[in-house]
């Protein structure tokens, strides 16, 4: 083990404290109602896809993130198929989004028969770089009638979707405003950014519609799930409907009038989600005490450094990020072999999009960015209970 790889471990261990066996990148809490909610669906029998619980979740999270309407699903990619179909997205189209993103943002287009276009992204926020998507728009796009089109391809340029990596807000205003110079419509994927603001604005309120995830490793969860927002009162409506496989309302006919989808959320999950959406106040709190002792601890470390929010955001650290030097970037495999080998969890980055085998002949733009930032990411842990386990050791 280098030099290098051991200050690494160790500054990590001085912050989460020493703990017996494996320590997860980041896992679920269940302290407060959770089981008595979830108890309570399955006393009633209410557990399928309709109850009080999904009523209630889609209320809370609105409320919460500051939206008009929020519709429970069963999980972020389906929230994310939905929203571009909702954005107008049609099979043969191209979606715009960052190549440096979870799989499901590509995979959301390829549902709705569009084809992804990859974008680099920046340093500061792992967002989309709002100067080079310009600039690339620039080079490649024109306006006809009203809509964008690809000069290279002939295709309709039909959605940008910026994704908040690791809960670190885009650039969204930026972006937003060159949607609206090109009539593109914005799909925020905010599938990590529950709890994430961009200058005091939740995440989520800038796009036409936006996507949240609630899988078992968020900062919430309700087990499987997700969520569309909108503040678009018919985009809410469309929404409901196409994820209750667009059946028509009847006392007992079964009538559909659209290719619909069977995408809502179970009640019983709904009560899981309900239970945690009352802790995220508390969770969200104890994880910037993480990553403001991680912060503090590599600011000690020479080639490394941790991610902080960008200026004039708030971000959830949903994971914690280091970012190596690029002179360090040699180091990338073995800081994670040695951390995981020592029962601390780290991952890389996501294999970026345009490298997988499905996305290979997909059009782009000049990724060089997110290609050296793919060299250089590591996440480490990150439970908000880890705060915890480190104030109990000292």
Not at 331 to 355: G, I
Not at 380 to 393: F, H, M, R, Y
């Amino acid at each position: 083990m280098s030099d290098f790889t051991d200050a690494i471990l160790q500054t990590i261990r001085t912050v989460t404290g020493e703990r017996d066996g494996f320590v997860p990148l980041h896992e679920p809490e269940f302290t407060g109602n959770e089981a008595a909610y979830v108890a309570d669906c399955i006393e009633t029998g209410w557990v399928s896809s309709v109850g009080s619980y999904v009523d209630r979740i889609e209320k809370d999270l609105a409320d919460f993130c500051g939206t008009k309407h929020a519709v429970a699903v069963v999980n972020g990619t389906a929230a994310l198929h939905v929203a571009l179909l909702l954005a107008g997205v049609e099979r043969g189209d191209e979606v715009l989004m960052p190549t440096l993103t979870f799989i499901a943002t590509a995979n959301a287009a390829s549902y709705a028969g569009a084809v992804p276009h990859f974008v680099d992204s920046e340093a500061t926020s792992l967002g989309v770089d709002p100067e080079k998507l310009a600039a690339h728009l620039e080079e490649i796009a024109e306006l006809r009638e009203g809509a964008c089109f690809n000069r290279s391809t002939g295709g309709r340029i039909a959605a940008l979707i910026v994704m908040h990596a690791f809960g670190h807000p885009a650039r969204i205003a930026e972006l937003a405003a060159i949607c609206e110079r090109w009539n593109i419509p914005l799909v925020e994927d905010a599938a990590e950014s529950l709890g994430s603001s961009y200058h005091g604005t939740h995440t989520g309120n800038f796009g036409l519609v936006s996507a949240l995830s609630f899988n078992g490793n968020k900062v919430m969860t309700t087990g499987g799930g997700g969520a569309i927002l909108t503040n678009d009162t018919d985009l809410a409506k469309r929404a409901k409907h196409l994820t209750t496989t667009a059946r028509v309302p009847d006392r007992w006919n079964f009538v559909h009038d659209a290719i619909g989808f069977n995408y809502r959320m179970p009640n019983i999950n709904a009560a899981l989600g309900c239970a945690q959406l009352e802790r995220v106040p508390d969770m969200l709190a104890r994880k910037r005490v993480l990553a403001q002792r991680y912060a503090e601890a590599f600011a000690k470390v020479d080639g490394a450094s941790l991610l902080e929010e960008p200026e004039g955001t708030t971000s959830n650290y949903w994971l914690c990020a280091l970012l190596l030097d690029e002179e360090m970037a040699d180091q990338h495999e073995a800081v994670l072999a040695a951390l995981n080998d020592a029962q601390l969890m780290a991952r890389p980055v996501w294999t970026l999009m345009h490298l997988l085998p499905m996305f290979a002949e997909a059009p782009r733009a000049d990724l060089s960015c997110a290609e050296s930032l793919a060299s250089r990411i590591v996440n480490i842990p990150s439970s908000p209970n880890l705060v915890i386990v480190a104030e109990d050791a000292a």
